[in-house]
């Protein structure tokens, strides 16, 4: 073969591979679009939401403890939670009656987007956790509700989500999922458990880390995370629960992020939620993942 035409053939595939590159793109980014304007049918049953002083004090627990504060603040005034230089911003809404959209939320709305990832319209909410809350019980979700009602008006400022086009691109190709495509919407809300150090009521707890470390738990790359953000660990048999035989060297690790060696864990590991969680719930939940 000449090498004129060598080079010619070698163009034609370069011009192909190119052409076959950017049409993949474009299509999963044009897919991306369509699944963020995608309508979710969520059959779900008003909660009654208790007023009295005792729900709403387990409510603000919840609030603090489950990681509805590192988003959303501790007063629910709404807050930025990403800005990367790539263009991945995400500003979490104020949850107050002062949000012209939250202040129309009927029971039935927060239960779609807090157990289910999805808004009043239908649209799937992104980056919103829900896989880690689907399986709170009636009370628990009511008394968070309850709590959030009772917070004083904030600023207002409604939520915020930019996707850089690789993002948009992977959501549109199925290798990021929202929380509304990991729930299986038909189950009906968890039975009450009843706060007690068992391993029941820690497999309970643990609803509140398949976000992060997977329906599993077997940890891994967190979907959607900034690449720089490092793989959650794997909690099964094995994994990192083998760095705590003893239940006080777990809490310590969820108290303060450090290990038994004194070595930092993850930096994005949510211990200013953690921290909050009372000794029955972390005890439970260091029964619950130890015997996994």
């Avoid at 474009?26 to 049918?41: A, N, V």
């Avoid at 959030?148 to 207002?156: M, T």
Wanted: with cysteine; net charge positive.
């Amino acid at each position: 073969m000449d090498v004129k035409r060598f080079f010619r053939i070698a163009s034609s595939a370069l011009v192909a591979f190119v052409v076959f590159v950017v049409l993949a793109v474009g299509s999963t980014w044009w897919w991306g679009g369509r699944k963020l304007q995608r309508k979710i049918d969520v059959a779900v049953q008003p909660v009654a939401i208790p007023t009295d002083t005792t729900a709403i004090a387990h409510g603000k627990y919840l609030y603090d403890s489950r990681g509805c504060a590192d988003c959303h603040g501790g007063n629910g005034n709404g807050r930025q939670v990403f800005d990367e230089s790539n263009g991945f911003r995400v500003f979490a809404p104020d949850l107050t009656r002062a949000n012209p959209d939250i202040a129309k939320y009927q029971p039935q709305d927060w239960d779609r987007a807090i157990r289910h990832g999805v808004a009043p319209s239908g649209r799937p909410l992104l980056v919103m956790p829900s896989e880690d809350y689907n399986r709170l019980s009636n009370e628990d979700f009511g008394a968070l509700v309850a709590y959030v009602q009772s917070l004083p008006p904030g600023p207002g400022r409604p939520g915020e989500v930019q996707l850089p086009w690789f993002i948009r691109g992977m959501y549109g190709a199925g290798v990021i999922k929202d929380a509304a495509e990991k729930i299986d919407h038909s189950l009906p809300p968890a039975a009450p458990v009843a706060a007690a150090v068992n391993a029941q009521y820690g497999g309970y707890v643990a609803n509140s880390c398949k976000g992060c470390h997977g329906a599993e738990l077997r940890g891994g790359h967190i979907p959607g995370a900034p690449p720089d953000w490092p793989p959650a660990a794997n909690l099964q048999p094995g994994g990192a629960m083998k760095h705590y035989p003893q239940a006080d060297q777990f809490v310590a690790m969820m108290r303060t992020g450090k290990r038994p060696d004194g070595t930092d864990v993850s930096r994005v590991m949510p211990f200013t939620a953690f921290a909050k969680m009372n000794d029955t719930d972390l005890q439970a939940l260091y029964l619950f993942l130890s015997q996994k």
